[in-house]
């Protein structure tokens, strides 16, 4: 795919949505489920994405459940990111509700403060902040070997790149999220109104034989719907790095070298006992384009506009998700 002056493109001629070419019999049931398989071997060191690291500046904090636990990150006196249970140790307060005030975090039942080291009874977790994304170690949840750092997928430097954090909530469990992202053949069938001229090129083989044989990577070709006929082609590249994480790197084409991080991080169950899983999603974008730079100025104005570019896609997506956790509890999922 060679470089353009301009990213844009112009389609030959509009195809109506059930004019597109089939694509159930490369999606084979097989192929996904066997890359969800070895997506779920890899290790994550029991570490869980719980936020943008934007959240913590200043005095805010990140605050939620993850597989059921109650969790507050912070910023601590030095700037570093800390963080615990959000159950206050004196009398059970939800921390969730409480400020923070220079680095410390302050009970607002009865004053309690803590700066993120032990006291009271109350011990602190393992925290990561790799520049976009803040992570929590979780070592009683994930019963894994327990990593220093989380497996963070290769991604541009933020300071040089637009970043931008979408947070979606469905009922379902992580690996239907995983398989969803598994699946690019869905691409232009379930999204229309985003892309078009979806082909997978490249995918691993059947994976019923043994699990290292063979890439692990789905390579797509696809344009992105711009107005009209008017696209953006590009080649993208989808692994899994671990058992939570799908990745989407731009390899050719307009914005070659960014990459769309989807994490899946359970919650626990909601009020009916039914699976809950955030959907947290990092668009790291770059490109060589000399007006780049401008874009990265107004990242302020354009962060709302990429987030809401992923909820509309996720909107179809969690509904995908869900229907697959649906299925599955019920027995009735195909294959």
Known sequence: ?????????????????????????????????????????????????????RALRGEGKLAGTVAGQEIVVWRGPDGRPVGGPAICPHLGAPLRDSPVRCGTLVCHWHGLALDGNPYAGWSPLPVHDDGVLVWARL????????????????????????????TGVGVCEPEDVVANRLDPWHGAWLHPYAFVDLTVVDAPGDPAGAMDDGPDALTVD?????????????????????????VMRVCEGEGAGSVVETHATPLGADGAGRPRTAVIEAVVAVSARPGFAAARRAAPL?????????????RDDLAYAERRWHLRSTGRFPG
Do not use: C, H
Not at 24 to 30: D, I, S, T
Not at 302 to 314: E, S
């Open 1 to 53: 795919m060679s470089r353009r002056r301009l990213p844009l493109s112009l389609r030959r001629r509009a195809v109506p949505w059930e004019g597109q070419r089939p694509t159930w019999r490369e999606a084979r049931p097989a192929l996904i489920a066997g890359a969800l398989k070895r997506a779920r071997t890899r290790p994550s060191g029991n570490w869980y994405v719980v936020g943008a690291s």
């Open 222 to 246: 696809v344009s992105f719907k711009v107005a009209g006929r008017i696209v953006v082609p590009v080649r993208a590249v989808f692994t899994a790095p671990g058992p939570r994480t799908v």
């Open 302 to 314: 354009l962060r709302p506009l990429v987030r809401a570019t992923a909820g509309r896609l996720w």
């Open 139 to 166: 070592d009683a949840v994930g019963g894994e070997e327990p990593l220093d750092a989380p497996v963070v997928p290769p991604r541009p430097e933020p300071s040089r790149a637009l970043t931008a954090v979408y």
